[in-house]
C-alpha cells in the first residue's frame, strides 16, 4: 500500500502503440511525477473487464500533480488530482 | 477515439454545457446497457472500449447513445450472445 505524500511517477509506458489496449490513465501524465493522495480502493483492473478477461483487483490511488508543468496555465499551485491505478505508477527519479 | 485531453486538434473548442434532452432511444438504449451488465453479459469496460474503437469520423456523425448501442452490439457479437444473422432477422421484422 502506497502512503499519502510518497512520490511516484507515472510509467511512460504507450502500451496502446504495442496492441488493443483500454486505458484509463491519461496520456499527459505518462512519464510525469506527482504525490500520492489517498489510497480509494482495490478494484477489478479495467484494463482486464474491457477484454472481459479475469479481473484482478489493483489498487488505486488520488494522485495530485502540479498544474502549470502539465498546462502551463492555471495560478500557481493549481493541481490536478487524478485516479491512477498501482500498475502506473512507480518510485519517483 | 480516447484520451483527448490537451490534443491540440479539440483545444480552443467552447464546452456546451446544456442539458441535453433524453429521446425515447437514448432510455432504450441506457435501459438496454443496464439489463445486460445486470446479466453479465458485458461490463461497462467493454462499453468503453468498443466506444473508443469506433473510427473517428463515425464517432463525430454518431450521437452519444448511438456510440453506445453500436459498442454494446459490437460486444455481444464478440461474446457470441449475438449473431449478425440474428441481428439481421430481427432488424427485418422491425
Not at chain 1, 500533480?65 to 495560478?75: L, R, S, T, V
Not at chain 2, 443496464?34 to 453479459?41: I, V
Request: charged share 25%.
Amino acid at each position: 500500500m502506497r502512503a499519502a505524500g510518497e512520490t511516484v511517477r507515472v510509467r511512460d509506458d504507450w502500451p496502446e502503440t504495442r496492441h488493443p489496449c483500454h486505458i484509463r490513465t491519461p496520456h499527459y501524465l505518462r512519464g510525469r511525477s506527482g504525490t500520492v493522495v489517498r489510497h480509494l480502493g482495490d478494484f477489478p483492473n479495467p484494463e482486464d473487464l474491457a477484454f472481459a478477461r479475469p479481473a484482478p483487483k489493483v489498487p488505486l490511488y488520488h494522485v495530485a500533480f502540479a498544474q502549470d508543468a502539465i498546462w502551463h496555465e492555471g495560478a500557481a499551485g493549481d493541481e490536478l488530482l487524478v485516479e491512477i491505478f498501482d500498475h502506473w505508477l512507480e518510485p519517483a527519479a | 477515439m480516447h484520451d483527448l485531453g490537451g490534443v491540440s486538434k479539440f483545444m480552443c473548442e467552447p464546452v456546451d454545457k446544456e442539458p441535453h434532452a433524453l429521446t425515447a432511444f437514448d432510455r432504450d438504449v441506457d435501459a438496454l446497457r443496464q439489463l445486460l451488465s445486470g446479466q453479465g453479459l458485458m461490463t461497462v469496460d467493454e462499453l468503453r472500449r468498443g466506444i473508443e474503437a469506433i473510427p473517428e469520423a463515425d464517432y463525430h456523425r454518431l450521437s452519444y447513445y448511438e456510440r453506445w448501442i453500436r459498442s454494446m452490439t459490437a460486444t455481444l457479437l464478440n461474446r457470441g450472445v449475438l449473431t449478425e444473422v440474428e441481428i439481421a432477422a430481427a432488424l427485418e421484422k422491425l
